[in-house]
């Protein structure tokens, strides 16, 4: 799925997006987080606090790109 079908979820509210956030971009959220943390638990959770974010971001934002910004939320 690409990012603007992505962008699309959030904006419709489907908890698809998270999922499909995860498949696309959830090994690289958390590989960045471990190598901040250097735990994969708190990883793990820094991933899950990143997808939230997103959640209620978008709306009203419209991240451009979606592989920039999630990282940067993430660090």
């Given amino acids: 799925m690409n990012d603007n079908e992505i962008i699309e979820l959030y904006n419709a509210r489907s908890e698809k997006a998270i999922d499909e956030t995860d498949r696309k971009y959830g090994d690289k959220c958390r590989r ?3 190598n901040i943390l250097r735990n994969m638990q708190d990883s793990e959770e820094c991933a899950n606090d990143t997808y939230m974010r997103l959640w209620s971001i978008i709306p009203p934002q419209k991240p ?3 592989y920039a910004f999630i ?3 993430v660090r």
């Fill in 32 to 34: 960045t987080a471990y």
């Fill in 64 to 66: 451009h790109p979606l």
């Fill in 71 to 73: 990282m940067r939320i």
